[in-house]
């Protein structure tokens, strides 16, 4: 099988699963799963990572459409912020008697 | 531009070796050394088999509880071990391992899981002496694991410990419950107990000097305690909740130790233990048996769900036609 159509024996696609816990929060990756499609994948993450009410929504994406930076890159390029302590408030000093600073 | 030289064996492993020292975490695309991923595969996938099997010996009674509310418990308990199984076929997919190559080894034979899920279920107390020993024995294992080196396990780990506790404690409260029962519900808790607590003193696995991997799996942060040390953490929690039930403990060597601060307690029967990991325990074949034919019987919905997504996935004339 060279065309485009996936086999029906295939494993279902990866989809990476992300739940918002509370109004107020950011979506937050918990883990993966297996469906045939999107939809299935939302209802899947629910009942594997939201039996508790652990989430108010859910976010799913297929695993081999998410970009990364790549491990063996780290330090070229994290780099440019690695030097730049000037970015952090500790980096001034203020006498200790200024308020509200 | 200068093409920097791939940096050797020697330093990959040196970085692996200060993270593990750091007490930090290995991420999946980390570099790390392949007896480590060998190592953390067998162990999350055996761990991950453990809870999918752990489903049967208890699944048999649901449609069996006496009462719309232990229904709904036990029912609510087999999902979430289903659902563990899934967190920690998840964690072992990053490490490059299908769920389907997981899955086919395990219905070969190829791949373990927990002994104690070869024992049978044979009467209904067994389902609230599950709860309590093996699932209290589960948590001791696994709330030292959301310490492990992978990133990925430890994550499930978390999870995982958040449930079990549910899982240990409608069990107690199901025994508490026949013990104030009649003599016959009490005699048929004891019964159970005399069944289970020597397989669970087996989940800790093998006694430490028989265990050659436990070494390199410490110095490695996958283990955080020894077999023996977690099985001694089980025992000494265990005791007074037997006491408090009302049961007893079928170890007739089980005493305090005062010097040691910590009870002594006799042998597992290591040969019974041995076969029944090799495969002779009274339900493998039927365990393993079950497990291939849900996975068979499945078959034609996943095919179908698969043939229906790529349906819907065709560009236009689907679409058009609704
Ligand atoms: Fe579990
Ligand atoms: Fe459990």
């Not at chain 1, 939201?50 to 108010?56: D, L």
């Given at each position: 099988m060279t065309d485009e159509q996936p086999s029906v024996r295939a494993e279902w696609p990866l989809y990476e699963v992300f739940v918002r816990g509370k109004r107020g929060l950011n979506h937050v990756h918990v883990g993966s799963l297996h469906a045939a499609d999107d939809q299935m994948a939302v209802r899947h993450a629910r009942d594997v990572y939201?039996?508790?009410?652990?989430?108010?929504s859910i976010w799913v994406v297929r695993a081999d459409l998410i970009t990364a930076s790549s491990p063996d890159e780290k330090d070229p390029l994290f780099a440019p912020s690695g030097d730049k302590v000037y970015r952090h408030p500790t980096f001034y000093a203020i006498p200790a008697d200024v308020p509200h600073m | 531009m200068t093409v920097s030289p791939q940096p050797d064996e020697r330093e990959l492993l040196e970085a692996f070796e200060s993270t593990i020292d750091r007490n930090d975490r290995i991420e999946p695309r980390d570099w790390m050394p392949e007896g480590y991923r060998k190592t953390l595969v067998r162990q999350i996938a055996q761990h991950a088999h453990s809870e999918i099997i752990g489903m049967q010996p208890e699944g048999n009674w649901i449609t069996r509880a006496p009462s719309l509310r232990r229904k709904a418990i036990l029912l609510a308990k087999v999902q979430d071990e289903a659902g563990h199984g899934l967190y920690l076929y998840s964690a072992c997919e990053t490490l490059g391992t299908s769920r389907t190559e997981l899955t086919e080894k395990l219905i070969a034979g190829a791949q373990k899981y927990s002994s104690i899920f070869n024992y049978p279920t044979l009467s209904y107390a067994d389902v609230g002496t599950i709860g309590w020993l093996v699932d209290g024995a589960a948590i001791c294992n696994q709330v030292p694991l959301c310490r492990t080196s992978f990133g990925p396990y430890g994550r499930a780990m978390i999870r995982v410990c958040k449930e079990e506790s549910f899982h240990q404690r409608q069990g107690y409260e199901l025994l508490m419950t026949m013990m104030r029962g009649t003599d016959e519900q009490r005699a048929m808790v004891q019964e159970s107990v005399d069944r289970f607590w020597w397989p669970s003193l087996m989940m800790f696995g093998p006694p430490d000097d028989d265990s050659p991997n436990t070494a390199q799996s410490m110095a490695w942060g996958i283990k955080r305690n020894t077999n023996d040390d977690l099985r001694q953490r089980f025992v000494d929690m265990t005791v007074p909740q037997a006491k408090a039930l009302g049961v007893t403990l079928p170890d007739p060597d089980l005493v305090w130790n005062e010097e040691r601060r910590a009870h002594d307690f006799g042998t597992p029967d290591w040969a019974e233990f041995q076969q029944v990991i090799k495969g002779?325990?009274?339900c493998n074949a039927q365990r393993i048996a079950h497990r291939r034919k849900a996975h068979e019987d499945g078959a034609w919905v996943r095919e179908a769900a698969m043939a229906f997504a790529a349906r819907t996935h065709e560009p236009e004339e689907t679409t058009h036609d609704r």
């Open positions: 939201t039996r508790r009410n652990e989430g108010v | 002779n325990g009274p």
